[in-house]
């Protein structure tokens, strides 16, 4: 599954694309992908849109659309106009990949969501498990939107500070890293990311939240930038959209505790333990992460 810094890139690869063209045409191939929205109704929507942006939201995907307003241009926002300013958001869950397709490429198995472009270019949208989750919205519903409303604060934003995840922690009696991973209280980390903050921070995963000192609390908060940063930096230029690309697959190397079950720790040599906490596998240090 794609974490936050692999969504970041797939974001930053179709800015590179997509910002300035327009959707001639929409083709849906799988109808539950688009929620309650006929095929039809989405395309007579999305069509002759211009894309105006890219941008992310936890990990929906947000490609911001501007229709041609009929009215000279001015934008109808008006209770009972048309909404001009569109936004499609998209979760990739499992195994969703956008690709940028030439007019004579074939079109791969799994492609559910093919996006006709002005410069004879398909946005393409494939999934093999089809977990993932299309939804055309007008830009003002977007963050009254389910799935979107609930999200903590992104983790790169002004409003993540030491005092924010202070205040978050002291009301859970849940152990860290299962704390870590819900969105809505702190957003950004998966199952990866979260383990590697712990560890960096020398935290261990099983501490109780609301127990974590001061001076912790403000490591860790630092730890959960510098490893999404990272992570970020680190998967530079490997996302390339004609292709695909397997998620997490470009940065390994660079973890320290996550899958190192039974080999030693980077920093003691003790060997990496592992565990389940919420279904969710747990890697940690006995020696660097005490409790
Ligand atoms: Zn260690």
């Known amino acids: ?18 910002v300035g063209r327009t959707i001639v045409a ?9 929620g309650e929205m006929s095929p039809t109704t989405f395309d007579r929507k999305i069509r002759n849109a211009a894309i105006t942006g890219v941008s992310r939201r ?19 926002r008006a209770k009972g106009r048309v909404e001009t300013h569109l936004v ?15 007019a004579d490429d074939e079109l791969p198995k799994h492609s559910h969501a093919v996006f006709y472009l002005d410069n004879d270019r398909r946005l393409v949208f494939r999934d093999q498990r089809q977990f993932g989750i299309m939804r055309l919205l007008p830009a003002s519903k977007l963050h009254q ?3 979107i409303v609930e999200l903590a604060p992104e983790p790169f934003g002004d409003e993540f500070t ?15 890293k299962t704390l870590l991973l819900d969105q809505t209280k702190v957003l950004g980390l998966g199952n990866i990311y979260a383990a590697e903050a712990l560890f960096r921070a020398g935290i261990s995963p099983f501490t109780i939240a609301a127990k974590l000192s001061k001076p912790k609390t403000a490591r860790l908060h630092g730890e959960i930038r510098d ?3 990272f992570a970020v930096d680190h998967i530079r230029g490997s996302i ?3 292709q695909g690309f397997s998620y997490g697959a470009a940065f390994e190397s660079f973890w320290q505790v996550y899958d190192r079950e039974g080999e030693p720790c980077v920093n003691c040599g003790t060997k990496i333990r592992r565990t389940t906490q919420g279904g969710r596998s747990t890697y940690w240090c006995p020696k660097c992460q005490r409790k």
């Not at 929409?26 to 688009?34: A, H, N, Q, T, V």
């Not at 958001?89 to 397709?101: E, S």
């Open 145 to 147: 939107t389910k799935g």
């Open 88 to 102: 499609l958001a998209v979760h990739l869950r499992m195994t969703g990949k956008f690709l940028y397709l030439a």
């Open 240 to 242: 390339k959209l004609e």
């Open 58 to 76: 936890g990990k929906f995907i947000l490609i911001e659309c501007q229709k041609p307003d009929r009215q000279g241009g001015q934008r109808s």
């Open 26 to 34: 929409s083709e849906i191939r799988l109808r539950k992908l688009i």
């Open 162 to 176: 030491i005092d924010y995840l202070r205040d978050v922690l002291k009301r859970s009696e849940r152990t860290l």
């Open 1 to 18: 599954m794609p974490e936050l810094p692999e969504v970041e890139h797939v974001v930053r690869a179709l800015r590179r694309v997509v």
């Open 227 to 229: 490893v999404l940063g």
